[in-house]
């Protein structure tokens, strides 16, 4: 296939870095990423934490500044693509430009799941998905005194121990019944809930937001379904997000949670390929015969535009293989996780969860398969590579007494 020109839609963390390493791996042809945001790609996960707690400048936020596109030839073109034609290997910019493309990579994330409830739209209201909404709630939270936050997920949570941080009173609705659920064990979710509650985060379990009520068009309070009303100047949700697939299925291409590709990450047309955020692929590291996955972190993104920038360049055709891992930083407690847990039968804790530092390590069939570390980077790093390598290791041998993960790395590193 001869790609001269690649169009690369979205320019976040995973159109970025596609776009920078096409031109490492020797891409000599056009590169055009095209974004609606304004500025240089910037990273989000400081968005929510750091950023906010103004620990980290705003400069520092960006990949790489205006300059290093112009020396590696990428343009960057600020404008919403609001259609593919496949036909004619087109899209179409909002502002009516149309640019062809030899292969077209959708990169475009995912947005904010809004509430919808009465009074979403009131003033103090947030979502934190991108650099404008966190320079818009910044200074709402510097002058507020009572935050609610709606969903207790990563997001959520990293929110309500910066919000605690800054001296606000702090309640979380979470419907479900632990912190995290969908991603964590209970083990972890138990430390969590503990960690918040020493930082005087309230989360209310089995509860979610009926109304956000207002005076003179500023929030004040918020409604909960069981009636409860709580005082609030300042609302913030993270209820998940929707994936930007709305282009791709206009193009007539596979939608289910996300953009549908096969292992190599393409989808159904060899023209087009789908990245980070936006895609739903099969992962090697799912439990066998599960459904694709889409993967909402930083190491997704990243390793995908890797994988895929070397078959676009002619360097290496290979299926996207890498472990998953992520983190969150909440108060004092960093959480990592690397694998994937579905369908995990068995778990060993090691630590000591009470003092918030533990690994929870979980076993799929006998195999370890993924491993939640909170404040153990070192189990961390060892997961990572225990898990990749498929180290035969039991939870039999976990358990024993003594056992170390970092240890039981170093014993079974194959010999250089
Ligand atoms: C607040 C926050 C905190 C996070 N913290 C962590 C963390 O601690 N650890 C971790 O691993 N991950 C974290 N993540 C997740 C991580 O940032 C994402 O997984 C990553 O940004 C995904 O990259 P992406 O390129 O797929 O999507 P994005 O970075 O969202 O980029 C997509 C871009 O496409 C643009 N776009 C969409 N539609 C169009 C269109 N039609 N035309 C033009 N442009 C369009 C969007 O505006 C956006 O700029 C966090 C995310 C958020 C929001």
Not at 216 to 226: F, M
Not at 298 to 325: C, E, H, M
């Amino acid at each position: 296939m001869n790609i001269d020109t690649i169009v690369i839609a979205g320019a976040g963390q995973a159109g970025y870095q596609c776009a920078a390493s096409l031109r490492q791996e020797g891409h000599a042809g056009r590169i055009v990423m095209i974004g609606d945001e304004p500025g240089v790609p910037y990273q989000r996960p400081p968005l929510s934490k750091a950023y906010l707690l103004g620990k980290v400048e705003l400069a520092s936020l960006a990949f790489r500044q205006a300059e290093f596109y112009e020396q590696q030839r990428i343009e960057r073109l600020r404008d919403r693509i609001e259609a593919i034609d496949r036909a004619a290997r087109t899209v179409t910019l909002a502002g009516g430009t149309v640019i062809g493309y030899d292969h077209l990579v959708l990169a475009l994330g995912a947005r904010n799941r809004v509430p919808q409830v009465p009074g979403i739209g009131l003033d103090g209201v947030f979502g934190i998905r991108t650099l404008a909404d966190a320079d818009a709630l910044s200074p709402r939270l510097a002058e507020a005194r009572h935050a609610v936050v709606i969903g207790a997920g990563f997001i959520g949570l990293e929110f309500a121990a910066v919000a605690a941080a800054k001296g606000l009173a702090v309640d979380v609705l979470e419907l479900g019944t632990r912190p995290m659920a969908r991603a964590v064990s209970e083990t972890t979710s138990a430390l969590f809930d503990a960690a918040h509650r020493s930082w005087g985060v309230q989360i209310r379990y089995g509860e979610s937001l009926s109304a956000v009520i207002g005076e003179q068009g500023r929030v004040v309070a918020v409604q909960t379904a069981s009636g409860v009303q709580l005082p609030a100047d300042l609302v913030v949700y993270g209820i998940g997000v929707i994936p930007n697939a709305e282009l791709a299925e206009g193009a007539g291409l596979a939608v289910r949670n996300g953009v549908v590709v096969d292992e190599r990450l393409s989808t159904a047309d060899p023209h087009i390929s789908a990245i980070g955020d936006l895609a739903s692929f099969p992962s090697p590291w799912s439990a066998p015969g599960a459904a694709p996955v889409r993967l909402e972190s930083v190491q997704n993104a990243v390793d995908q535009a890797k994988t895929l920038a070397a078959r676009l360049s002619g360097k290496a055709d290979q299926p996207y293989a890498a472990l998953p891992w992520f983190w969150t930083d909440q108060g004092s407690v960093k959480l990592q996780i690397a694998g994937l847990s579905d369908g995990v039968d068995q778990r060993v804790v090691l630590g000591d969860v009470e003092a918030r530092q533990a690994s929870v390590l979980c076993f799929r069939q006998g195999r370890l398969v993924a491993v939640e570390s909170s404040n153990r980077p070192a189990d961390h790093m060892a997961a990572r590579k225990l898990i990749a390598r498929a180290t035969p290791l039991t939870p039999e041998d976990a358990q024993v007494e003594g056992f170390d993960l970092k240890a039981c790395e170093a014993a079974t590193r194959p010999a250089a």
